[in-house]
């Protein structure tokens, strides 16, 4: 599937910013099951200080807030060609040895509640592929999706004592779950092609589990569903923390207010953009100066 991207970040400062230094992760990655054939970002009130990949492969720009800055807008456009994969992205690869996904995080540190819901799993556990579908079911049980109830800071702990969130949560939840049983876990954040709209709100996060013999597997627990064709993953990480799309300090500016705009769409033969039917689930996962 070929799915054409554009994002647009706008920031608006209620003062002129003296100071501002923000971390990007918006560039998809090219990897197993999809590959990016162009992709640009400008910016407005900003400039790019540097490029590299971090510790997870995520390609990252460092830039800087013009001083007297009033509003910074980030504009990412791209097209990236999708195949099917059932969720499997493949054996690791990179910097971070596999042990460093075991490790509990701020987020996503087990407490009771995590435990309590692990114990109620009815499955094989030496069936790691068919367990971790059934603590999929159980978390999207357990935790009701419901915009406005967390924020970026939401552990999974507090997650599962309310049983309301979003992707994210969903994510931490079964992230934590799945590290009690040493399986590595990851966090992933990216785009999803809607099935009955191009326009969203922000972009989706689900989780990734290393399953010995398939190698990294997704699972989208607010749609219940494994990663598809529809899917563009462009960061990962050990929690969201790790993998968030804009992260960011400013001195000065005042109130800060954030504005979205993400369209994702198919792009077919001849330039068309196509439309398709179906149902997902996003968050807006933007953080910075006053995290939105």
């Known amino acids: 599937m070929l799915l054409t991207v554009s994002h647009t970040t706008r920031y608006v400062f209620e003062d002129p910013v003296s100071h501002g230094l923000q971390r990007l992760r918006l560039k998809p990655k090219s990897t197993h099951g999809q590959e990016v054939l162009d992709w640009t970002m400008e910016l407005t009130g900003a400039k790019v200080e540097a490029e590299y990949d971090d510790q997870h492969n995520n390609h990252t720009a460092l830039v800087s807030l013009e001083p007297g800055a009033q509003e910074v807008i980030v504009t990412c456009k791209g097209s990236v060609q999708t195949s099917i994969s059932d969720g499997v992205t493949g054996m690791h690869s990179g910097h971070m040895p596999l042990w460093c996904f075991l490790r509990p995080t701020g987020l996503t540190r087990a407490g009771n509640k995590v435990r309590q819901l692990v114990a109620s799993v009815e499955a094989d556990r030496e069936d790691t592929l068919g367990f971790l579908h059934a603590l999929s079911y159980a978390v999207g049980e357990a935790v009701e999706y419901l915009p406005g109830e967390t924020d970026t800071a939401t552990t999974a702990e507090q997650v599962l004592t309310t049983g309301k969130g979003v992707c994210q949560d969903h994510a931490h939840v079964f992230i934590s779950a799945g590290r009690l049983l040493d399986i590595p876990m990851r966090y992933v954040g990216g785009y999803l092609k809607m099935d009955d709209r191009d326009e969203q709100e922000a972009g989706h996060g689900w989780a ?30 050990c929690d969201y923390g790790e993998a968030a799309p804009v992260t960011g300090i400013s001195h000065g500016g005042g109130a800060t207010s954030l504005d979205v705009h993400l369209s994702v769409a198919e792009k077919l033969l001849g330039g068309q953009q196509q439309q398709q039917s179906g149902d997902g689930s996003q968050q807006q996962q933007q953080t910075g100066s006053g995290s939105a």
């Open 208 to 237: 990734e589990a290393y399953v010995q013999g398939l190698g990294w597997v997704g699972f989208d627990i607010s749609n219940k569903v494994c990663p598809d064709e529809r899917y563009i993953r462009v960061a990962t990480g």
